[in-house]
């Protein structure tokens, strides 16, 4: 079973920026699409950013396209979500997961995800 592990998290102002990390173990990192999702208190889950295991495809919600990038590193078996021009309602617990199956390009499901990390807060005040 993979571990995933988050740093990155914080309390920035609006307008801020902050680069997530999510370190992975394991020797098959570079197999599986990733993907990052966030959570606030009282709301569902919400699909953030996937990429490929290539990092050759990406995909955003609409409510960050043009703000974060999501990037990998297959080297440290690190995938990151860098955050630029943060808004109070971008406040949650961001979990980075692990498609369940291999060479998938990416998914906004979560149901396709089977392994998941404890999550970061990241807190944005106006």
């Known amino acids: 079973q993979v571990q995933l592990v988050e740093s990155g998290g914080g309390l920035v102002q609006a307008g801020a920026s902050l680069r997530l990390s999510c370190a992975a173990s394991?020797?098959?990192?570079?197999?599986?699409?990733m993907g990052w999702f966030r959570q606030a208190p009282g709301k569902e889950r919400q699909f953030v950013a996937t990429?490929?295991?290539?990092?050759?495809?990406?995909s955003y919600a609409d409510s960050v396209k043009g703000r974060f990038t999501i990037s990998r590193d297959n080297a440290k078996n690190t995938v990151y979500l860098q955050m630029s021009n943060l808004k109070p309602e971008d406040t949650a617990v961001y979990y980075c997961?692990?498609?369940?199956?291999?060479?998938?390009?990416?998914?906004?499901?979560?149901?396709?995800?089977?392994?998941w990390g404890q999550g970061t807060q990241v807190t944005v005040s106006s």
């Open positions: 997961a692990r498609v369940l199956n291999a060479y998938y390009i990416g998914s906004a499901n979560p149901s396709d995800f089977g392994s």
């Open positions: 394991g020797r098959t990192f570079d197999w599986y699409a």
């Open positions: 990429i490929s295991p290539s990092g050759g495809t990406t």
